[in-house]
């Protein structure tokens, strides 16, 4: 029996999708609560926490990226024609965020909030520009003849902008948990306090989008709610529910590692819920993996690049986040 090379790619792209949230999600979740944070050498301290490992996070995006186009060429043409305007104004966000976190290090005195302001909104602007790209691929994609077929603000949608909403709490969640882990005294202490209503809200966030979800589309609720599939699927909601009510538990008490291992579960349950949803559609709602798949060919010939080199992507990340292990304590850091 020969490898479903199209499913090997999709559990692939998939995994890196999954890391460049995690990775670049408590990131960005840093700039999105600086507002919630005044004291300047509190804020060099927040940044201080991924100075040194920041720019390594946005690896599985590239990956993502590059590998979309190399095996399923056609998802990566429809998907990108129909969200250029949102994944640009990401990139956009990315990039100013990307110089402030240079800038503001080296800025003096008078230009520093110029650079923190530069800072938090390349954080919300990279932030609402995903989310609301993940709410458009969820709503579908209008393909005709191998090509998109939709407008230029299809993706614009009042689900799209909840989902841009939701993503940016999230990550909020994130950065709260790892600043919880990282950090130490007043600071920490202030993210355990703003970590619970974050928490509160991205509850909210899932359960209103796993309700909207299969209200405004019929084939997802087909495949929820019919057995045995509502058997298999059954857990996921419970163990969202466990895994809030533990994370509001660990961030009143004095734990450390628990709230963000305890954040990055409740991420993943909900990149659950939407693989559990379109899967194996890559376009929704009807192209499967095996329709928009490259020649055979191709996919065997990346698939040796990509089995070579996500190891040493994986080694290297472990490495630079031992060698970073640890708290970083306001007035010290990584410069």
């Known amino acids: 029996m020969g490898i479903d090379l199209p499913l090997l790619w999709a559990i692939i792209i998939g995994f890196g999708l999954m890391m460049y949230v995690i990775m670049d999600g408590f990131d960005l979740g840093i700039g999105i609560v600086f507002p919630f944070v005044r004291n300047r050498e509190d804020r060099d301290a927040m940044v201080n926490t991924v100075a040194p490992v920041w720019d390594g996070n946005e690896t599985w995006l590239v990956f993502g990226g590059a590998a979309m186009l190399a095996v399923f060429p056609l998802a990566y043409a429809v998907i990108l024609s129909a969200l250029y305007l949102p994944l640009m104004l990401m990139l956009a966000g990315l990039i100013w965020r990307g110089v402030a976190f240079e800038f503001r290090f080296k800025a003096d005195e008078g230009h520093k909030p110029f650079w923190d302001k530069a800072f938090m909104w ?39 902008l909840f989902t841009g909403v939701g993503l940016v709490v999230g990550y909020a969640l994130l950065g ?63 163990l969202v529910v466990l895994a809030t009510w533990g994370l509001l538990k660990t961030l009143r008490r004095d734990s450390h590692t628990a709230p963000f291992l305890l954040a990055l579960l409740l991420l993943f349950l909900g990149y659950t819920g939407l693989g559990i949803s379109l899967w194996p559609n890559i376009i929704p709602p009807e192209i499967s993996i095996w329709e928009a798949a490259a020649p055979v060919q191709s996919m065997g010939f990346t698939l040796v690049g990509a089995l070579f080199i996500i190891p040493f992507i994986l080694v290297y990340t472990g490495w630079s986040y031992y060698v970073f292990r640890g708290k970083v304590k306001v007035g010290e850091g990584y410069h």
């Open 176 to 238: 709260v948990t790892w600043l919880v882990m990282k950090t130490e005294g007043k600071l920490q202490a202030r993210m355990r306090e703003i970590g619970r209503p974050i928490t509160i809200a991205l509850l909210v966030a899932i359960v209103v989008v796993s309700l909207w979800t299969p209200l405004a589309h019929p084939e997802v609720a087909a495949r929820w709610f019919v057995l045995p599939n509502l058997i298999v699927f059954a857990p996921v909601p419970a």
């Open 122 to 160: 390349g954080s919300y602007i990279a932030t609402f520009s995903q989310g609301v790209a993940l709410g458009a691929f969820i709503d579908g994609f209008e393909v005709k003849d191998g090509a998109y077929a939709g407008g230029l603000l299809d993706w614009l949608s009042p689900f799209s």
